[in-house]
């Protein structure tokens, strides 16, 4: 069973945008703080950005002031605007709530090309 599903990466230059998208189960999504992470090869999965249910958002450092996290409760679905790109936010990126309840989606691969 399919819990989760991103989709909205590719391939950007540097300075560009990207938005991603995700749908979620509703089990999930529904009353739940939801979170974009990212995890690149040899790091551990990290939390970029995170919304409550009521819409209160937080974010990491890496990230703050070019990514924004949204949310549509009728939709299930969740959004993380990208602005700016850098290169190093190449990664796979994947949302899930926070903390992590639902078993992990496929992922959408975001890649910036200097």
């Known amino acids: 069973q399919v819990e989760l599903v991103e989709s909205g990466g590719g391939l950007v230059q540097a300075g560009g945008s990207l938005r991603l998208s995700c749908v979620a189960a509703?089990?999930?999504?529904?009353?739940?703080?939801m979170g974009w992470y990212r995890q690149t090869p040899g790091k551990q999965r990290e939390l970029v950005a995170w919304i409550t249910h009521s819409g209160f958002t937080d974010y990491a450092d890496s990230v703050k002031g070019r990514f924004s996290i949204s949310r549509d409760n009728a939709k299930n679905t969740v959004y993380l605007q990208m602005n700016n790109l850098k290169p190093e936010d190449t990664s796979v990126y994947y949302c899930?709530?926070?903390?992590?309840?639902?078993?992990w989606g496929q992922g959408t691969q975001v890649t910036v090309s200097s």
């Open positions: 509703k089990w999930i999504f529904k009353n739940n703080r």
């Open positions: 899930n709530t926070s903390p992590v309840l639902a078993s």
